[in-house]
């Protein structure tokens, strides 16, 4: 069952953070599992909603790096304007005080792992280290044919591109191959090392592995629509963890959740930090 609403004022919901806060203060070993909604916040739309980027290219026709490819070949002007806008969107967003406060638990020695669904590198640009990214990551390249992988600077890397961009005069599938990283070790073409359609999940067995492990799941932003992700809090909770949902929008995991503040979480995982100092 999936519980939907508006965000109230967060002094609504002051009993559930300082009850979060006291099960974290407690944990001894919580784990983080985030969603597109924790980046939406840093102003990255979720690919599926309206107005997504799916809303503009259709996902079976891009999703995957053959489609690409064809579409480049047969009509490269319908893909030119929404990857420029997705450039765009990449190269203004920052890491929010959501970030911040999962970083601020990881440092604290509360949060053992953040589990993200999300490829934007935020996560670790907030001070994060311990991160399982099962889609990815879009400013790491991979090789495509030894694998060699490179993690690039993600504002610098994304100006360089759109510079680039513009100097083409005719956007043709031989003018983007140009425009792609060569790998430092054999040449080859690399590729943002992202989970696209008919790819496996990356780092799954790690993901479950430490939901299966903790004591604490806070489950963040995450519409639990996306499989075999979805299934992570599920796991948890067989291990007796203690589920904290908080999603502005939606609980999609009622069934098993012990605290749901529905809240941003850049508003409510701050104010679970600040309540949790405050009693220490």
């Keep these: 069952m999936i519980v939907t609403g508006r965000t109230p004022p967060m002094d609504q919901y002051q009993n559930e953070i300082s009850r979060a806060a006291e099960l974290l203060k407690n944990t001894r070993n919580a784990v983080a599992f985030c969603g597109s909604g924790v980046s939406e916040e840093s102003g990255i739309a979720t690919f599926r ?21 064809s579409v480049l070949t047969k009509n490269p002007g319908r893909i030119l304007p929404v990857f420029m806008d997705l450039l765009e969107v990449f190269e203004k967003a920052d890491f929010n005080p959501g970030h911040r406060a999962l970083a601020e638990f990881e440092k604290m020695g509360i949060l053992k792992k953040i589990i993200t ?13 311990a991160v399982i990214e099962v889609h ?17 600077d993600r504002k610098p890397f994304v100006a360089s591109l759109k510079s680039r961009m513009a100097a083409i005069t005719a956007f043709t599938l031989p003018a983007v ?3 792609a990283p060569r790998c430092g070790s054999c040449g080859s073409l690399m590729r943002p090392d992202v989970v696209m359609f008919g790819e496996a999940v990356q780092e799954l067995p790690h993901a479950f592995a430490a939901a299966r492990g903790c004591d604490m799941l806070l489950v963040l932003g995450t519409s639990g629509v996306v499989y075999p992700a979805a299934e992570i809090p599920f796991e948890a909770k067989k291990r007796f ?35 949790m100092k405050k009693s220490m």
């Design 136 to 152: 990815g990551n879009m400013f790491r390249l991979a090789c495509v044919s030894c694998g060699r992988k490179v993690v690039v």
């Design 49 to 69: 909603d309206p107005g997504g980027i799916w809303d503009r290219i259709n996902p079976m026709e891009v999703g995957t790096p053959e489609g690409i490819i």
């Design 241 to 275: 963890a203690d589920i904290i949902v908080i999603n502005p929008n939606e609980n999609a995991f009622s069934d098993i959740t012990d605290i749901y503040i529905p809240m941003k979480t850049g508003e409510a995982l701050p104010a679970i930090l600040n309540a």
């Design 117 to 129: 669904q999300n490829i934007d590198n935020l996560q670790q640009e907030a001070g994060s280290v």
């Design 177 to 179: 191959m140009e425009l």
